[in-house]
């Protein structure tokens, strides 16, 4: 026994629980805590089940709607997605399935769990999920669900030894194994290393945390990082990680909204290529040289580039600098580097006419005790999205107007945008 609990957090008081509660000779005990690979077969199936989130009937409605936008007609004739796409239900449970739970997603960032025992919690759709660093360093990834009756395990973030479930205090450990079930006596047929937290996959790509959400990917597998990279960004990883992402920078801060529009309209507005900058962003347009604005569209990322018209910034306060990037990682997730600062924009769908967007902060470190600098900026950046906020509401309104089907696009500047909706066409029908 005192072998057993040898470099482990199994704590003593955990198996004498376990002895208790399943009534076993102490000689036979360790059998119970071989950590054992588990029947991925019957997980999987389970969690094929579960997320059988639409009907066939509800699956070919959607499918209709997909078809009512035609990728191959060119940008100068084509129409945006019709209202549907931006309304439906049955359209928002075909995202959730294809979109989102299939490839990597990002999720978070790696100092949110930079030590052994630190967690975060999210939710995607209808699938809760916690991530943390197990004591051996490895980065987890499970359903955030008891195994018992249901109930959500961890909630926000912090620092624990294992996860303990607020309802009947079953306990797991941070590699997701069941520590202890407390008051089962008599139970029978209960398998112990069965009754683990069902596992996803998690990798780390820089500073990013992804989660694959696939139901037929391995969720124990280890991910390798040119890989993922290669899945996650195609070609562009080179350019995006020489040019715009850095993980030297240092976490600031985070900003969480909540808007009233499908999680689309704010990437739409995204991908305007700078169009309503000028309309709408007065103050960041007069940082802003508007007329280098410039667009490329790649496999799964687009990226948009405008020189910082540093002339025209106070000379202590040159928040955009020479050169703002901004990126867009389908289908939505956004990096945006300017001057000495990187921020990121994850807008995650919270039903179909509602989205939260999650904006973290980065900065240069040299600049990361200057709370001038920080203050004055995060108050620029947060006008920006409070105008954003204004205009993505009014456009959802719009959307679930009578008086609108679909739209046009401005074909030398909204190409990223198109290329965004192209994409969506091609997830959605395969
Ligand atoms: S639901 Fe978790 S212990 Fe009962
Ligand atoms: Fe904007």
């Known amino acids: 026994m005192a072998r057993l609990l040898q470099g482990s957090s199994i704590s003593s008081s955990y198996l004498v629980e376990f002895e208790k509660t399943k009534n076993i000779p102490s000689r036979n005990f360790s059998s119970y805590f071989v950590h054992r690979t588990r029947n991925p077969k019957r997980i999987r199936n389970r969690y094929r089940s579960s997320l059988a989130v639409s009907s066939s009937l509800q699956k070919e409605e959607a499918q209709a709607l997909v078809k009512q936008f035609d990728p191959q007609i060119p940008i100068e004739e084509a129409f945006t997605p019709p209202s549907s796409w931006y309304t439906d239900p049955s359209f928002y449970s075909l995202e959730l399935e294809r979109v989102f739970f299939r490839g990597w997603q990002a999720v978070g960032y790696t100092e949110q769990i930079k030590h052994p025992r630190q967690y975060f919690t999210g939710r995607l759709g209808n699938i809760e999920f916690v991530v943390c660093r197990d004591d051996s360093g490895n980065i987890r990834a499970f359903h955030n669900v008891c195994r018992h009756h249901a109930s959500l395990l961890a909630s926000g973030n912090g620092e624990k030894s294992c996860f303990v479930c607020p309802y009947h205090g079953w306990t797991y450990g941070l590699d997701g194994r069941l520590l202890k079930a407390t008051r089962i006596t008599g139970i029978k047929n209960f398998k112990v290393n069965e009754m683990g937290l069902v596992p996803l996959r998690a990798a780390v790509w820089g ?106 910034s106070e000379p ?45 902060y980065f900065l240069d470190t040299s600049l990361k005790d200057d709370k001038d600098f920080i203050e004055r900026s995060l108050k620029d950046s947060e006008k920006v999205q409070e105008e954003d906020i204004i205009l993505c509401e009014a456009v959802q309104r719009g959307i679930e107007s009578p008086a609108y089907c679909s739209g046009r696009y401005a074909p030398t500047v909204e190409t990223p945008m198109h290329h965004f909706h192209s994409l969506l066409y091609e997830n959605l029908c395969i």
């Open 316 to 360: 202590d306060f040159d928040r955009l600098g020479s050169e703002a990037l901004y990126a867009f990682v389908y289908p939505n997730f956004m990096i945006n580097r300017y001057g000495p600062w990187m921020d990121t924009n994850l807008a995650i769908p919270l039903g179909p006419r509602k989205c939260q967007v999650i904006f973290d």
């Open 207 to 312: 500073p990013f945390v992804l989660i694959n959400f696939d139901k037929g990917s391995l969720a124990q597998q280890e991910s390798d990082t040119d890989a993922v990279g290669a899945e996650w960004l195609g070609s562009t990883k080179e350019i995006l990680s020489s040019r715009i992402i850095e993980s030297s920078l240092s976490f600031i801060c985070r900003r969480e909204y909540t808007i009233e529009c499908n999680w689309k309209v704010f990437c739409d507005n995204y991908l305007d290529g700078g169009y309503h900058v000028p309309y709408a962003h007065k103050g960041l347009a007069s940082g802003l040289e508007l007329e280098s604005y410039s667009s490329t569209v790649h496999e799964k990322v687009s990226i948009q580039r405008c020189g910082g018209d540093s002339i025209k």
